[in-house]
């Protein structure tokens, strides 16, 4: 399929963490099923931009055999309803969310800037992407009637000094990282999509998102 141009594409890389157990959820969050796909799919779909990472960990296999060509983006990227897919295997899935993202960031061109979003938030309309997208600062963090959310936006300066930390300090945590930085590198932008702010880790979440 040949990649075209857009009007509102957008320069970010779209990092989609989905490494985890999904214990509360039972199954595999990215495979639940969504209008009629997977919800990793509408995830990738409702990106405004061309390049995707997706980190998978535990159940690996399970989204290979429900989407195989996920298996072939470990090898090289595979295009999928206009974008460019990847897929990184995290081989120490049991240190995290923050080794999930610290094994997609090595695969990433060191001069992007990356939107990190855990697989069980969904992605905010495109206006909202967009206006993330392009607000310039070294971290960018949607807040939503005074909740922060996600995706967060992570300039090169910030995410390539998190390739190298030990993944053995039970501290490290992306948020905790962020807080240590200078505030004047943190902007916090208020959006209109609340999306940012949910969290589907329970079939009754999922249940109560797919019936609004």
Not at 101 to 112: A, D, G, P, R, Y
Not at 130 to 150: A, C, D, E, M, R
Not at 183 to 209: A, Y
Request: aromatic share 8%; with cysteine.
């Amino acid at each position: 399929m040949t990649i075209k141009a857009k009007k509102n594409l957008i320069s970010s890389t779209l990092i989609l963490l989905s490494g985890g157990k999904s214990s509360r959820m039972g199954t595999p969050k990215g495979l639940l099923r969504h209008n009629n796909t997977f919800w990793v799919l509408t995830q990738i779909e409702t990106f405004i931009g061309l390049d995707v990472f997706i980190g998978l960990g535990y159940d690996s296999q399970l989204y290979f055999d429900a989407i195989p060509w996920l298996k072939e983006a470990t090898k090289t990227s595979m295009t999928y309803k206009g974008k460019r897919v990847r897929t990184v295997i995290n081989s120490t899935p049991e240190f995290g969310l923050f080794s999930n993202l610290q094994s997609v960031l090595k695969h990433v061109i060191t001069s992007e800037q990356v939107l990190v979003l855990p697989i069980d938030v969904p992605l905010f309309n495109k206006e909202e992407q967009h206006k993330l997208s392009t607000h310039v600062n070294l971290i960018v963090i949607p807040k939503y009637q005074h909740k922060k959310g996600h995706p967060i936006k992570i300039s090169p300066e910030f995410w390539l000094s998190l390739l190298n930390i030990n993944l053995n300090d039970a501290n490290i945590r992306l948020d905790y990282l962020i807080k240590k930085r200078n505030p004047s590198e943190i902007s916090i932008i208020e959006v209109s999509d609340g999306l940012c702010t949910q969290n589907l880790n329970t079939p009754k979440d999922w249940q109560t998102f797919i019936s609004s």
